[in-house]
């Protein structure tokens, strides 16, 4: 069974950084990409980091330069590093696991607020 568990999550202040993590089990976690997705309020969920396998990376261009995606292979936990976090990034942010043809893995989220 294969589980995702996110954490790191709060509240901050406008400028402020956050680090969330992401703790898979169930799937061999080193062949797999990993990515990281949010969804605010009223909003379509979006994506915001993937790592690749090999350790890829790609963002949109509203986190570029702001968040960072990495992976620890050898503790199966994918992170995402939230810098000048702005009020707009307020949301519920998810880590999952893309499997071709299918929904993926999601995790259960984890609130992110940032307040200006």
């Known amino acids: 069974q294969v589980q995702l568990v996110e954490s790191g999550g709060g509240s901050v202040q406008a400028g402020g950084s956050l680090r969330l993590s992401c703790a898979a089990s169930?799937?061999?976690?080193?062949?797999?990409?990993m990515n990281w997705y949010r969804q605010a309020p009223g909003k379509q969920r979006e994506l915001v980091a993937g790592?690749?396998?090999?350790?890829?990376?790609n963002y949109p261009n509203s986190a570029k330069g702001r968040f960072t995606i990495s992976r620890d292979n050898a503790k199966n936990t994918v992170y995402l590093q939230m810098n000048s976090l702005k009020p707009e990034d307020t949301a519920v942010y998810y880590c999952?696991?893309?499997?071709?043809?299918?929904?993926?893995?999601w995790g259960q989220g984890t609130q992110v607020t940032v307040s200006s």
């Open positions: 790592v690749t396998a090999s350790g890829g990376t």
């Open positions: 999952s696991v893309p499997v071709l043809g299918t929904a993926g893995y």
């Open positions: 169930g799937i061999i976690f080193s062949i797999n990409a």
